[in-house]
């Protein structure tokens, strides 16, 4: 016997915020015989889940949908999160110089907040510290996986993973929660779709002279689609987290602004929605690339989050969209532990494959639309645009199919 081989039930490779939903989604999974699942971490970073300060989360802000929040409190970590989380009570979505506005609403659909705002760094401390009280989840950090065998010893009910530390790792199933340069999908030889937007996003966090009152603003303008995300107050400022979407030629010439003149610059495309722009923060530009796994599962493998598709923020859909990969994967694995199946076999990935394809073709569309209809100068889309902003704002069904969507349902 191999006594550098550890067995367990699920590896996940992958330990940011894909990786640990994963984790915890699965943890409180009880097996026929009454034991909880055995789960592997494989994660580069170093962990240190007392600190819960580690470099996999950096400072950008997410929107929570509703359906995301929802799910977050079942795992028990939006208690974690709840005062520290923004929430988002209306969006105002308009185009800059033109008619068109629609104005979404949450008491018009039945909840209190259609989303939430908060820093990524903050829902990964949450999770971390959660994953703190689960014995069964097991991580092995820093550390990677350099080759899988996807039959181990001529058994093809196990996926063994050999890590960098020299290690070997065995289970039933392999997550790949690794991002979107996943090791994972590269070492199976899944090819990808990659279309490049040539835009950039340019975030900063900014604090305003007006208060936001919990709304969230989606501007398009000439120099690019703006979004103001609401945050919570800092000393007493009202503040928002500002996406700007712009070439990355304008995004040079933006990032070699002072503060004062960048202000200007956001205060004259946004407009005084907000008033003036009292602050500034650090401003990160980060590319904006659509890309898309050719299929989402491989013997005994199946991809999750980012592994599987990155998308463009212009909807603030990404983290949500993976979140539901996660929330589907940890469904279907908890029937098969009821009956006691196999958790890595073909129907259990196919119909993963199957239901994730569906709500993922309609995010994609989506946001590729919203980037098509708003970049574009062009006449007959501003008008066509504008018009579509008109109509959506009057005709129920259709902002209710919008926001449903935006809510995550």
């Known amino acids: 016997m191999d006594k550098n081989k550890s067995n367990f039930d699920v590896i996940i490779s992958g330990g940011g915020l894909s990786g640990c939903l994963m984790a915890l989604s ?40 509703h359906g995301s929040a929802a799910y977050l409190e079942q795992l028990s970590v939006w208690q974690h999160l709840s005062r520290d989380a923004c929430a ?27 989303g939430y705002v908060i820093e990524m760094a903050l829902i990964g401390k949450g999770l971390l510290k959660e994953l703190a009280t689960k014995s069964n989840v097991h991580w092995f950090s820093p550390d990677g996986i350099c080759n899988i065998n996807w039959q181990s010893n001529d058994d093809a009910s196990k996926v063994n993973v050999e890590l960098n530390s020299g290690q070997s790792l065995e289970a039933s199933l392999l997550l790949a929660c690794d991002g979107a340069n996943s090791p994972c999908r590269q070492m199976a030889g899944i090819k990808v779709s990659h279309s490049d937007y040539q835009q950039v996003a340019l975030i900063a966090n900014v604090a305003t002279e007006k208060s936001h009152q919990n ?20 000393n007493g400022q009202s503040r928002c987290s500002l996406v700007w979407t712009m070439t990355p030629e304008q995004s040079e010439a933006v990032l070699a602004l002072s503060d004062e003149a960048f202000k200007q610059q956001l ?38 989050g980012n592994a599987s598709h990155t ?18 994967m940890a469904d279907l694995l908890e029937s098969h532990v009821k009956t006691d199946s196999d958790m890595g076999n073909f129907a259990l990935l196919n119909e993963y494959a199957m239901q994730r394809q569906v709500d993922q073709k309609q995010v994609i569309e989506l946001t590729d639309s919203l980037v098509t209809f708003f970049a574009n100068d062009l006449p007959p889309l501003i008008a066509g645009r504008n018009i579509g902003l008109k109509v959506m704002n009057y005709f129920s069904p259709l902002k209710n199919a919008l926001v449903n969507k935006l809510m995550g349902y």
């Open 267 to 304: 205060e004259q495309a946004f407009g005084s929605w907000l008033g003036a722009i009292t602050h500034v923060g650090k401003r990160d530009v980060y590319p904006l690339v659509l890309l898309q796994a050719q299929q989402q599962t491989y013997h005994r493998m199946a991809l999750v």
């Open 215 to 234: 709304k969230a603003f989606e501007r398009f303008t000439d120099f690019g689609p703006i979004a103001m995300l609401p945050l919570t107050e800092l």
């Open 26 to 65: 699965l943890a409180k999974l009880t097996k026929l015989d009454g034991s909880l699942l055995s789960i592997a971490i494989v994660e580069a970073n170093q962990v240190n889940q007392q600190k819960t300060s580690v470099p996999l989360f950096d400072d950008r802000v997410l929107a929570l949908s």
């Open 311 to 328: 998308i463009h923020p212009i909807a603030g859909q990404g983290f949500n969209l993976g979140l539901r990969d996660v929330q589907l």
């Open 88 to 114: 988002i009570e209306k969006i105002d979505i308009s185009d800059r110089g033109h008619y068109g506005k629609a104005r979404l609403e949450a008491p018009e659909h039945g909840v209190s907040a259609l």
